[in-house]
T-cell receptor
Framework: EPEVTQTPSHQVTQMGQEVILRCVPI?????FYWYRQILGQKVEFLVS????????KSEIFDDQFSVERPDGSNFTLKIRSTKLEDSAMYFC?????????FGSGTQLSVL | QKEVEQNSGPLSVPEGAIASLNCTYS??????FFWYRQYSGKSPELIMF????GDKEDGRFTAQLNKASQYVSLLIRDSQPSDSATYLC??????????FGSGTRLSIRP
């Protein structure tokens, strides 16, 4: 069964550093998403991406965040200058119609 | 602010019994509703989705939707220890945005 792939599974970085989280969505899916989940809290919507542009974004997705689909398969989330509060599990997801499929996540720790 | 509300639990149910999970949502215009299961440290996985008022059954799971009351529920029949997880209610609030509740922790006791 096709799946959403995320790398790396864990990322440790220093505050103020840039990080790039990578995702390979399911190949025939049209919408791509990033969510984050701070430990013990809800899964929060960050951004959706369709037809090579941002479709919607939340108030969390400020100027420090950007997304890109650099080629036909990868979908990336960049955090330009990480803060301690960016520490969370970041999930990539994709769908074609209604069913949202999640990757296994990248655990980001900002020290 | 569009919201999805769930009781955090934990909800403790004996093995073999029916577990009932509830969710309310604030946006009357929402059209699609989802239940996800999330095991600790894992990503959410879709259990089922529902669009229309009434019940939808899939194996041991039944989703119920009442749009007038803005209420969605999930029933799990013949609960098994492997059903112990956090259950996330999600609502499609627009064409490209699905928002989640904070989840209900379910514990099935043998």
């Amino acid at each position: 069964e096709p799946e959403v792939t995320q790398t790396p599974s864990h990322q440790v970085t220093q505050m103020g550093q840039e990080v790039i989280l990578r995702c390979v969505p399911i190949s025939n899916h049209l919408y791509f998403y990033w969510y984050r989940q701070i430990l013990g809290q809800k899964v929060e919507f960050l951004v959706s991406f369709y037809n090579n542009e941002i479709s919607e974004k939340s108030e969390i997705f400020d100027d420090q965040f950007s997304v890109e689909r650099p080629d036909g398969s990868n979908f990336t989330l960049k955090i330009r200058s990480t803060k301690l509060e960016d520490s969370a599990m970041y999930f990539c997801a994709s769908n074609r119609v209604e069913k949202l499929f999640f990757g296994s996540g990248t655990q980001l720790s900002v020290l | 602010q569009k919201e999805v509300e769930q009781n955090s639990g934990p909800l403790s149910v004996p093995e073999g019994a029916i577990a009932s999970l509830n969710c309310t949502y604030s946006d009357q215009g929402s059209q699609s509703f989802f239940w996800y299961r999330q095991y600790s440290g894992k990503s959410p996985e879709l259990i089922m989705f529902i669009y229309s008022n009434g019940d939808k059954e899939d194996g041991r799971f039944t989703a119920q939707l009442n749009k007038a009351s803005q209420y969605v529920s999930l029933l799990i029949r013949d609960s098994q220890p492997s059903d112990s997880a956090t259950y996330l209610c999600a609502v499609k609030s627009s064409a490209s945005k699905i928002i989640f509740g904070s989840g209900t922790r379910l514990s099935i006791r043998p």
